[in-house]
């Protein structure tokens, strides 16, 4: 299984990004879905998630109001559309699947792949 996550770049505070994750070597249709992001120093934190049925999302309260997570199970994708960007989301963002009928928690997720970088300049 690989997950391949792109799209991070270097922002200006208050611009976007969007990012996409792909998987191959696996089906994401059944699986709950998230974004992880981890800064230099920091745990690794759940930022978004969505479920199997692509019901209401949820959002750390860090985000909430600015990222968008969504999927294309027909393309095997995840995105995470970043707005009004700060610079305390300078972090690598990770994409990850999981089972876990707790799919708003961080436990039970597979994160895998090296991530994509965001750097936020203020």
């Known amino acids: 299984v690989q997950l391949q996550a792109s799209g991070g770049g270097l922002v200006q505070a208050g611009g976007s990004l969007r990012l996409s994750c792909a998987a191959s070597?696996?089906?994401?249709?059944?699986?709950?879905l998230g974004w992880f992001r981890q800064a230099p120093g920091q745990d690794r934190e759940l930022v978004a998630a969505i479920n199997r049925s692509a019901g209401k999302p949820h959002y750390a309260d860090s985000v909430k109001g600015r990222f968008i997570i969504s999927r294309d199970n027909a393309k095997n994708t995840v995105y995470l559309q970043m707005n009004d960007l700060k610079f305390e989301d300078t972090a690598v963002y990770y994409c990850a699947y999981s089972q876990n009928v707790n799919w708003r928690m961080s436990d039970g997720y597979n994160v895998r792949g090296r991530g994509t970088q965001v750097t936020v300049s203020s």
């Open positions: 070597g696996l089906s994401f249709r059944p699986y709950h």
